[in-house]
Every structure is written in structure tokens, then in C-alpha cells.
């Protein structure tokens, strides 16, 4: 075919559209005909399909497992959030805790597909799950003994795969949960509860905001939300201790409302 | 809803007491600085983090910056005057050293087993790497080099330090397009054989990435651009067909692998 064509010579310049395609498709042709489909190079190209997929395929489980811890977890603080001003508040840390236990075997199976491996080869598959979990632990230890829970307290529940920077980022979604239960423990008349929320807000803040420095893109978006609720909790306390707890709720029903929105 | 109703009952005066002990442990919690101590670690690690990936960041620019030179020096391939393609490989080569010297002061500095937390730095640096030791590889060979050649010719030891599999394909993708202008570059220098050379690798090629599953990633936006490529090649190969500009051996080589 080839030879016709170029024996026509000079109709070259005339020739259409179609005639040129066919004939680009038969130099591809015969030349996808000659290509080896057991040459070492194609051989080459099958061990890297095998490589990729398995690659993609263990990060799209490991994001699996980490969307799970995400629900569970994020179920779990908005039944910690019910905390606030309840007189049941053992019933729910119990629910919390089966919760919690519900959890570990998604661990155990994060653990086993990253076994052996470099801790951030596949750490941004579960790194929103991870950071939701601090976040759940943290506030529920929160409520529970009035304290911070350490890196090294978590870790044996995480198994040894929490990374210090998803602990970090956690903790500093647990500033956001604790600024919603300060708002809604003066709705519930809780006067105590806000003020204790603001000297370990204070203090949290004191010591995140020094980490400043470093160039994490999302470190530095959750330090400057740190300062708005930091900000929230101070005009909320402020109010409750000039005006008491009545007149600083109607004070705040319409301003805090509106910021609740915001971040639901 | 059980919750919620609660919510309303919270002002006890039993559980302000039990309020005021919480308040009061909490301070003193603070008090024996737990929360501080927490912190400080945390921040030296992180602190040490930062310091290692600075360090990485000095000794990649040198690395950069021979890479630029390399892929500069081949680039005259297009239009290489009096010199002979041969004569720009071996000069290659000799930029080669360098790059090598910097890649090994840079392997050196990688923490073990934290390998993947840096390596988005150097991916840039490792692609064009493969391009150009691809590069001058075909041209002597006419084949693609493996990526167990590529780190072999990189010095790179497994253990420490790691050419991804990603970045060699980006590599070998960015080859296509070079291989791609120099097709028109060659049939401008007279030379007719090597376009059907390169359109029979480049041909090849494809068929080895369309057996792969892509993502959409940045490896599945390169291997968009292969197409295209392709297309440069083929226009190539076809003016040249239609002049009647096929090299002799042509005909008959393919026939041979037919």
C-alpha cells in the first residue's frame, strides 16, 4: 500500500484529508504489526503494570480504612459533645469507649499493609483518619480527666503508626471541638466549664503557635483558626464574667449562632 | 435526644462542685507543665524535621543545577552544528560525572528509613535524570533503558535512597516528546533514517504504556501528552514517505520483524 502511494507522486499535494489518514494509519500499522509483544521491553512495561496497581491498590485501601476511622470517629464527638451539660456523662464515655474499641482492628490492618515499610510511603492515605481519631481521643480525654492526653499515651492505640505531625494536626482540631462545647456549655448554663476550657486553651495556645516556623501548609491553616476560636472562647468568657451567665447568652445567641454555622 | 434534653438539666449544684475540683486539677495539671513538656518534644522533633529537610535543600540545588547543565548540553542534539551526536553523548557522559558526584552527597544526607517523607524534592531532579541517561542511551543503542540500568548508572543503592518507578516512567515520557522534536531536527539535517528509528520506538513504547492502569495523577497526565508525539513522529514519517525519502534499509526491516 505504501508503495502505491508513493509511486502516485505528485497527486500528493491534491490528496485529501481521508486519503493522508489512511495512509498514516498503515505506516502505524505495519509498524504496530512489528512491535514484539514479548520483547523484553513489553516485558518490562507488564512488571510495572504489576508494581503500579499494587501500589494503587494498597493506598485505596488504606484510604478505605482511614474514611472508616473518619465516620467512627467524628460519631464520636458529636456524642461527646451531648457531654456538655449532661448529668449522664459516664453513659456516654461508655459508648465512647466500645467505640474506641471498634476502631482497633482498623488500626491492626493499617499496621499490616504498611508493615515493614517507610511509615510515609503511604502516610497521606490515612493521614484524615488519623488526624479525626487524635481528634476524638484527645477531646474525649479531655472531658473525661481535664487533661491533654501525650504523644506517647496514644501511641500504643495507634500501634506505633501515629506520625508526631498527625498528632499535632489533631490536637489542633481538638481546640475547634472545644471551642463548640465552651459556646454550648453557657447556653446550658454552665458556668465553670467555659473558664476551664480558656486556661487550657490558653495554654494550648501558647505552645502550638510556636510552631510557627514550619513551611506545612496545613499546619499553618489549623494554627490560624487556633487563633479565631482562641478569640471566640475570650469575647464568650469575657461576657460571662461581666454580665453573668443569662445576659451573656442573650449577648451571644445571635453572634454565636451565626459562627456555629459557619463551621457545621 | 436523650442528649440533648440533658443539655437543659446541667445546673446542679453538685456538678458545679465536682466543676470547681475539675477547674482545680486542671490547673494544677498545667502547673506541672505536662502539657508543656508535650509540646516541647514535640516541637524539637519536628524542629529536627525541618532542619534535615533544609540540609536535603542545600545539596539538591547543586544537584539541580548539573541536571540543568546535562540536559543542556543534549539538547544540541537538535542542532548540533559540527559536533556528531556521538561527540554530545560523550560529552554527556562526562556532565554525567558531576551530576552523579552531587546525587551521592545527597543520598548520603537522606535519613534512613524516612526516605518518603522527602522524596517529593528530588522527584523533578530524578525525571529529567532519566530523560537524559534515557536519552543517550538510545542514541547509542536505539533501546530503552531499564530502570534497573538507570539507577545502576546513578550509583544508587537500593537500601537508602530510590528511583520510583514513577518518576522513571515520567522520565521515559519526557523522552518521547524530546525524541519527538528531534525527528524534525533530524529530517533538517538530512538525516531520514532516524525518524523511522524513533517512530518505531516510540511506536513500542506506547504499547508498553497502554498495558499499564493509570490514576489520575501526574503520570496519567505525561502519558496524555504521548499521543501527541506520536503524531509529530508520525507527520514526519509520513512527508518523508510521500517524498519518497525512505531509507533502503526501511522496507526490508521491517519486513525482518514482521
Redesign the interface.
Known sequence: M?IE??SE?SS?MRGGKRK?EN??GN??K????????N?S??E???T??A???A??DKYERLVKISRDITIISKRIIF?LH?C?????REA?FEECVTKFSSISPLISSIQQETMDL????Y?RAYTNGYQELVEALTFYHFLRY???V??QHLSPFFKGTLL??D??LGVLDLTGEMMRACI??I???????P??VL??LS??NL??Q??R???HKELSNKLRTLSTSMLKVEKACYSLHLRGCSVALIAFEDDEERDLTDMY | MA??M???????EV??EK??E??F???K??ESS??????????S??TVD?EVKESLQRLLEPLEESVRELYTSLQAIHNPGKQSIHSICEKGDVMLLTSREKLGALICAVPI?????FNFMWSFCMQRLVTCISLIHFLRNG??I??VQVSNNLLIESDKFNLT?EDY?VGVLILASELSRLTVNSVIQGDYQRPYDI??FV???N???K???F?NDHLRKKYDSLKYDIRRI??V??DL????L?PETEETK?EE??
Open positions: 505504501s502511494l508513493s507522486g500528493k493522508r495512509f498514516e505506516i502505524s505495519s509498524v504496530s504489526d512489528s512491535i514484539d509483544m520483547s521491553l513489553m518490562s512495561f507488564r510495572f503494570r508494581d503500579l496497581d501500589h494503587q456524642n451531648r456538655v451539660g449532661s448529668t449522664d456516654i517507610d511509615p510515609y510511603l502516610a481535664s487533661s491533654l501525650s504523644y508526631i505531625i498528632y499535632v454550648s456549655s447556653t446550658a448554663g454552665d458556668m465553670d466549664t473558664l476551664q486556661s487550657f495554654q494550648m505552645h502550638l510556636q510552631f516556623p514550619f513551611s | 442528649g440533648l440533658d443539655i437543659s438539666a446541667g445546673s446542679e456538678k458545679t466543676k470547681k475539675e477547674l486539677a486542671l490547673e495539671e498545667l505536662e502539657v508543656h513538656d508535650i509540646f516541647t518534644t514535640l516541637r522533633q519536628l525541618q528509613g524516612r526516605y518518603y517523607k533501546t530503552l531499564t530502570q518507578l516512567l517512530f518505531k511506536s513500542e513504547l504499547a508498553g504504556f498495558l499499564l492502569h490514576k508520525e507527520e514519517v509520513y514517505t510521500l517524498r519518497g525512505i521491517i520483524t514482521q
